[in-house]
Structures are given as structure tokens and as C-alpha cells.
């Protein structure tokens, strides 16, 4: 387990309960479990105050988390007989966009998301999540595809934002990524997201464009990191903590703008404590959003998505 900086009192409580165990198991003579239970007691109610009223930019950390379960341990848990399908046709394929076809629930379905990768090589290889104009082709020709055959499209969202490099901007990032949101409002499918970590930028509008979005607890959603935002608006990246709490880009903000329908509980401590938990909790949340879905005509899908968009940001100005 990987402790964040907030949670440093929580990780000597529950290091101190280990080397009680591993004593134990060094010595069958000597008896600590009283002691050891004692402090995974004091632990449980540390966690729950830490995690009682997170901060925003306590949230950014959480959603931040290497251990929190990533685009791959979500397609490999929830769906089956997944295809990934690569490149864009026209450039090559990018390793930070994954997806294919495959069945969720036993029903045809286009899964797409984004990969940050589980350790520096596969970090590398994904580019931490933040892909270039031909990832976002590549999604493009996807959706292209579900249009075609029907299949619903479901958006595995997780990324700090589109690759800012040179190469990337000479290919036309702006242009791809802008492409790609309108192919989210143009097919005529159901189309639903889950931010599943960050959602950053324009690079997760391009895949978020949805009819329905449903959002972790822990995950952020925002048109800049706080980082970046504290590096404009102040000179100075260390105010990234001010940044955050003025973005609004918690679940819970961002519910109440109407930006996001739903917010998908995770397990106590964030879903890097208890994955199997958080994965459960989004595919019965992709469940639910389906069934809202089916059936619906394509002209009402498309009218319900550009519509929810246009919209956005009015319910929490009236209130």
C-alpha cells in the first residue's frame, strides 16, 4: 500500500500493527494479536475521519493514486470477449487510448478509455494517460463503428489531459480532440462515461461527451490541473492546493452544475483499498445507465446529449 501525504498518521498506525505480526510470525510463543487488533481499530476510525470531508485537493491526490484501479483492470473485470482494436488509420496507434469491441453483460458493446499504465515501463509505453492527436482518431474511428453496427458506446475516462508536445500539436491536437467531441454528438447510439481517476482538459471532453457521465467519489473532473491553474493565475505551482478549491472539480460540485448525473461510492480509503469493491460499484453504475438508454430512439440520443450539454452549468447558477 502506497500512503498519500495526508494519510502519513494512518500509515504509522497500520506499520506498527504489521511489525506486530511479523513478529508473531517469527515467534509462534509470542501472542500480539490483542495489541495488533487494538491498532487496526484505531486505524478504521482514522481512516473514516480522514476520508469523512477530503478536501478538493486531497481528492486530487486520491484520484491520483497508482493503486487505484486503471482503464485495463476495469475491461478485464467487466467485460468479456473484449477485441481491442489499434491506430487510427493514418498515423499509428497510441498506447494511452485502449479499446475495442467487446460484451458487458452479455451485450455487444465499443468500450474506450484511456491507459495511464501500472509501473514505469507500462507508464512510459501509455505515456501517463495523456495521448496524441492519433489516440483520439483512433476513438474517433471507434465511435464511427459502434454508429454503424448499433453497439452502445461506454468512455473509461482517465487522464491528466492531452499530450502538450510538439509533435502533437504539429499533427493537430486541438483539431483531433475537437473532431472527437463532435463524433460524440453526432452518433446516433447511446453513449455514457465513468471518470474513472482524473478527467482532465479537453483531453476528457473528446471521450465524455455523453449522454449519460457518472463520476468516482474520489475522481476530479476539470478544464485545467490545479497545477497549471496556480502556474497562470499565480506564477506559482505551489498554490495548486488555492487552485483546486476554486475549480470546482469535485463529484460533488460538479453534480450540482449538472455536469455529471451521477457519483459512483467507493470503498472507505478510495478505490485503491479495495478494488474488486470500486469496479463492482461501476459496472452496476454502467448497468443502470444502460437501462436508462435502451431502447431510445437515435434522434432522441442525439438531441439528449447536445441538449444536457447546452444546459450545463444552469442548475447551479439557478440555485
Not at 80 to 102: I, K, Q, S
Given at each position: 500500500m502506497q500512503y498519500l501525504e495526508f494519510e502519513k498518521p494512518l500509515a504509522e498506525i497500520e506499520g506498527k500493527a504489521e511489525e506486530l505480526r511479523a513478529m508473531a510470525r517469527a515467534n509462534s510463543e509470542m501472542d500480539v494479536s490483542k495489541e495488533a487488533e487494538a491498532l487496526d481499530r484505531k486505524a478504521e476510525v482514522l481512516l473514516k475521519d480522514l476520508y469523512k470531508d477530503l478536501t478538493p485537493w486531497r481528492k486530487c491526490q486520491v484520484a491520483r493514486h497508482p493503486d487505484r484501479p486503471?482503464?485495463?483492470?476495469?475491461?478485464?473485470?467487466?467485460?468479456?470477449?473484449?477485441?481491442?482494436?489499434?491506430?487510427?488509420?493514418?498515423?499509428?496507434?497510441?498506447?494511452?487510448?485502449?479499446?475495442?469491441?467487446?460484451?458487458?453483460?452479455d451485450r455487444p458493446v465499443m468500450v474506450i478509455g484511456q491507459e495511464k499504465g501500472h509501473d514505469t515501463k507500462s507508464r512510459i509505453e501509455r505515456?501517463?494517460?495523456?495521448?496524441?492527436?492519433?489516440?483520439?482518431?483512433?476513438?474517433?474511428?471507434l465511435m464511427d463503428m459502434a454508429g454503424r453496427f448499433g453497439l452502445p458506446v461506454i468512455t473509461l475516462v482517465d487522464t491528466p489531459g492531452a499530450y502538450p508536445g510538439k509533435g502533437a500539436e504539429e499533427r493537430g491536437q486541438?483539431?483531433?480532440?475537437?473532431?472527437?467531441?463532435?463524433?460524440?454528438?453526432?452518433?446516433?447510439?447511446?453513449?455514457?462515461?465513468?471518470?474513472?481517476?482524473?478527467?482532465?482538459?479537453?483531453?476528457?471532453?473528446?471521450?465524455?461527451?455523453?449522454?449519460?457521465?457518472?463520476?468516482l467519489e474520489h475522481s476530479v473532473y476539470s478544464v485545467i490541473t490545479p497545477e497549471g491553474c496556480a502556474s497562470i493565475l499565480w506564477k506559482d505551482a505551489e498554490r495548486a492546493k488555492?487552485?483546486?478549491?476554486?475549480?470546482?472539480?469535485?463529484?460533488?460540485?460538479?453534480?450540482?452544475?449538472?455536469?455529471?448525473?451521477?457519483?459512483?461510492?467507493?470503498?472507505?480509503?478510495?478505490?485503491?483499498?479495495?478494488?474488486?469493491?470500486?469496479?463492482?460499484?461501476?459496472?452496476?453504475?454502467?448497468?443502470?445507465?444502460?437501462?436508462?438508454?435502451?431502447?431510445?430512439k437515435p434522434d432522441?440520443?442525439?438531441?439528449?446529449?447536445?441538449?444536457?450539454?447546452?444546459?450545463?452549468?444552469?442548475?447551479?447558477?439557478?440555485?
Open positions: 486503471h482503464c485495463r483492470d476495469y475491461i478485464e473485470a467487466l467485460f468479456t470477449e473484449y477485441t481491442p482494436l489499434a491506430g487510427d488509420r493514418n498515423f499509428a496507434d497510441d498506447h494511452a487510448v485502449m479499446g475495442g469491441l467487446a460484451r458487458f453483460n505515456n501517463f494517460g495523456m495521448a496524441r492527436p492519433e489516440g483520439y482518431r483512433k476513438a474517433i474511428r486541438a483539431e483531433a480532440i475537437a473532431r472527437s467531441t463532435q463524433k460524440c454528438l453526432e452518433i446516433g447510439v447511446p453513449l455514457l462515461t465513468v471518470i474513472i481517476g482524473e478527467g482532465g482538459s479537453g483531453g476528457a471532453v473528446a471521450l465524455a461527451t455523453a449522454n449519460r457521465v457518472a463520476m488555492d487552485a483546486a478549491e476554486a475549480l470546482r472539480l469535485t463529484a460533488q460540485d460538479l453534480q450540482k452544475l449538472g455536469v455529471v448525473d451521477r457519483i459512483v461510492k467507493e470503498p472507505l480509503g478510495g478505490a485503491q483499498r479495495d478494488r474488486a469493491a470500486a469496479i463492482e460499484a461501476v459496472g452496476k453504475a454502467i448497468e443502470t445507465m444502460l437501462k436508462e438508454l435502451s431502447g431510445k432522441w440520443l442525439v438531441k439528449d446529449r447536445r441538449q444536457k450539454f447546452l444546459d450545463m452549468g444552469t442548475k447551479g447558477l439557478a440555485a
